[in-house]
């Protein structure tokens, strides 16, 4: 039999040790500042019922769920004229019952319906695990990929939503990235398909924009005509998503656009009031209002953030917005939260094209024992668990062999201080400690070994 060449499904990808570092580093560093704006963590399996992703995601967004085949005979309800007839979707009802997370924003709409009287309101929480969309896979876009989630729900206050900006700036301050938050509101976009006269396809209109960046406006144009669109009405639609100035003028301009669109009038104050708070802080990183941003997922209702890296060319790092009734759809009737979600995979090839990560990392090993026999073992074991006592990561190779081969494995794994003790040390009962980016060789007591690496 022939052997299997080992693959992987397209839009997935393995991690080394050494990219897992770089990984941890970036949901260590998220998760940091989630804790530290009062945010808690919560966990959702990684299946959720169909009934319960179906329908939350748009058309499209329906089409890109994976669907997991009931267990079994999962053809034994479909009859042969259903299976003649090759209606898809009509089928998949009768064999697939569950399907795998799209996103963590409607699992945790179910979540807080199905413990709400457990929770606290205001609910704070994030979430950080993969998630799965059967996409073309390309740069920036995979099939599987972790997002990591802040959310409050149970109020409506647009603090919340300044919070958040507060948050993204201080996580991409912190990784050392310069990128713009993109600010627009649903509510905005309503009145613009309102004035137009089209406000039964806002739904066409917001996913078709919401490609911009992707396919270009003669595109979007086409589709909006597709969708069914008059000519007038994407014609009225160009000068308004085209607005140019800073945000103030932006604003101040679709004061007079949306003069006549009530839902307008009040995406613009609810983007002024956010402004307003803005201004009270030094942020590092720019704000600005685009009018091209929609955001496609049905659920948003207000305001919608997107960010991108400005120094490399890949689609949107983070991106969030309010939703004022997911949980409705749930039976929890009139609870509004607003969250964003980092998309940690994304964040990784960003900090891997600018080579911006520390350049040591916390979770490596730090000291190394060179292994030379079982005399040795004795004298190096007791001395290497007062390390690891001590917080500080530390190994030693497991057998004894030939010393260029251990310096070869500490020098592959980026271990800074390597530790040597042969006949002439454990006469002395010391260590010689060498410092394998400097290539410093000293010896040292135990106690003082101890002491420094303390």
Known sequence: MAVQKPSIP??????SPAEMLKRNYIFG?????????GYQPIETPAMENLSTLMGKYGEEGDKLLFKILNSGDFLSKVSDAELNEKNSPKITTSISEKGLRYDLTVPFARFVVQHQNEINFPFKRYQIQPVWRADRPQKGRYREFFQCDADVIGNNALLNEVELVQLIDAIFSDFDVQIVMKLNNRKILSGIAEIIGQADKI??????????????????NKELLEKGLPQKAIDQLQPILLLSGNTAEKLASLKNVLASSEIGLKGVDEMLEI?????????????ELDLTLARGLNYYTGTIFEVKAKDVQIGSVCGGGRYDDLTGIFGLKDVSGVGI??????IFDVLNELNAYPKQQTENTKVFFVNF???EEAFCLPILAQIRKLGVNAEIYPEATKMKKQMKYADDKKIPIVVIVGEEELKKSVLTVKNMESGEQKELAIADFLHSIQ
């Open 29 to 37: 560093t998220i998760k940091k500042h989630f804790i530290r704006f």
């Open 10 to 15: 397209k839009g997935t990808r393995d991690f």
């Open 275 to 287: 402004i307003q708070y803005l201004r009270l802080f030094e942020l590092k990183n720019e704000v």
């Open 203 to 220: 739904i066409d209109i917001t996913v078709a924009i919401d490609k911009l960046d992707k396919i270009g406006l003669e595109n979007v």
């Open 373 to 375: 026999g079982k005399a």
């Open 341 to 346: 979600s980092f998309g940690a995979d994304r």
